[in-house]
């Protein structure tokens, strides 16, 4: 249980600072750090056709003749299908309009209650630092996004908290082309970008004015590249050197292969 103690206070520290702590947990796991009541709804993030399924039994009038019983069928420790029984005492016990309530609640307590412990002590630590009655009035959406940071990127804040240099500025042509370009990006190569670049596909807790880099504070910067080849990134510093492009589509082009086969850092 130390070990989720642990991961609850760098959790804690990261919010505290205002810093991101890099994690994929579902909003379940933040309406639970919330003390928030868990329901079906919450299903879909953990098993979508269990969600599905458990929705068809809540919402139906008469499941009488289901034939449905106080099991469920989950991976394993082992991986594989394994035959979960809800309710040890009672094997045979058939699921009914009367009791389909329990049924429900014990699939939800199968799924997300059987680590309590565990979440309790990630809570434990987590508290030290962020205490739950300051974190009341927050929604989970929210409380997820101080933690992890901001999921779609605002090319608009990131442009207007990016710096330049030798000689580069932003009523420079290459660079003018550079920012067309990145406004044809999807959201999900706009993340690779900002991998390729800051090291990170995540936008800072209070937008690219946050951003960090190796040595504190440090806004993307575009330098000239001194050499021909593809744009290159330094992700400690958040720099990328970029060439003097003239062809919009080559700098697509160039900056898409960069950011997908080449690696997102670069040693000085």
Same mark, same amino acid.
């Given at each position: ?120 002590? *990630? ?5 030290? !630092?962020?205490? =739950? @009655? /300051? ?5 989970? %959406?929210? &409380? ?85 080849? *593809? ?5 400690? !510093?958040?720099? =990328? @050197? /970029? ?5 919009? %589509?080559? &700098? ?17």
């Amino acid at each position: 249980l130390e070990y989720f103690r642990f991961v609850g206070t760098i959790m804690g520290m990261a919010v505290y600072h205002g810093k991101i702590f890099y994690s994929y947990f579902g909003l379940p796991f933040y309406k639970d750090l919330l003390e928030r009541p868990l329901d079906i709804n919450d299903l879909q993030y953990e098993d979508e056709s269990i969600y599905r399924s458990m929705k068809k039994i809540e919402e139906a009038e008469d499941i009488t003749s289901w034939e449905l019983d106080f099991t469920i069928t989950d991976k394993g420790e082992d991986g594989k299908p394994t035959v979960i029984n809800l309710k040890k005492d009672e094997p045979d016990l058939l699921v009914t309009n009367q009791n389909k309530k329990e049924y429900l609640d014990l699939v939800l307590k199968h799924y997300f209650h059987s680590t309590e412990a565990q979440m309790q002590a *990630l809570k434990d630590g987590f508290y030290q !630092f962020v205490p =739950l @009655e /300051l974190l009341k009035e927050f929604e989970p %959406e929210e &409380l997820e996004q101080i933690t992890v940071g901001t999921k779609d990127i605002d090319l608009n804040d990131l442009k207007l908290n990016t710096e330049y240099g030798d000689g580069y500025s932003d009523t420079n042509n290459v660079v003018k082309l550079f920012w067309e370009v990145m406004y044809t990006f999807t959201q999900e190569e706009l993340k690779n970008f900002l991998q390729f670049t800051t090291g990170s596909n995540k936008v800072p807790v209070g937008g690219f004015s946050h951003l960090y880099g190796s040595s504190g504070p440090q806004k993307f910067t575009i330098i000239p590249k001194k050499f021909t080849g *593809l744009p290159t990134a330094h992700s400690c !510093f958040n720099r =990328l @050197e /970029l060439p003097q492009y003239t062809d919009k %589509e080559k &700098l697509k082009k160039d900056i898409l292969y960069a950011i997908t086969e080449t690696q997102g850092f670069g040693l000085e």
